[in-house]
């Protein structure tokens, strides 16, 4: 299946200049939300994996679908002051400032391996920062899983250390 054909495209949003690519068609397409699953399950083995953990707020959706596939619990990383109960923060810099993003306190036991998940891959710093987020409370990265990649912004710089897998790149 290709997935390109299943991504809109949106000129100027969400802001002139930018092209917003969408996967919300695959998420109404059973076969293509199927196919995302698999593909993922192709790369990732299930005995690298303890939790999942989406990324604010479509991350969320590819994270809760990749956990039911692979019978595991999914965890939420969220902008600050989302999450109920005692949080965990993270503040990092983005283009024109600073962004903090938090997990709930103790949500991820000491060692477990998590699997972040996200939309789409951009200038990588998001991703870079949950990343230190989960092992600042003692987690352990086993990968990223992204629907989309925008390879000439090169966020995959950031994380290279870690094993990533995209499905579609542009």
Known sequence: MNLKDKI????NFPK???????????????????????EFSKYFHPKNIDLFA???????????????????????????????????????????????IEIQKDIIKEKQRI???DDLLATGGTAKASAKLIEKVGGIISGFAFLIELTELNGIKGISKYDCKSLVKY
Request: glycine share 10%.
């Open 8 to 11: 809109a495209e949106y000129p």
């Open 16 to 38: 002139k200049g930018i092209l917003f690519r969408d996967f919300s068609p695959i998420l109404k397409d059973p076969s293509a939300l199927s196919f995302v699953a698999d």
């Open 54 to 100: 989406g990324v604010e707020s479509r991350g969320f959706i590819l994270a809760s679908v990749l956990a039911s596939r692979y019978s595991k619990g999914m965890i939420m990383i969220r902008k600050a002051g989302k999450l109920p109960g005692k949080t965990t923060k993270f503040s990092y810099t983005i283009e024109y400032g600073k962004d903090t």
């Open 115 to 117: 699997l972040i998940c």
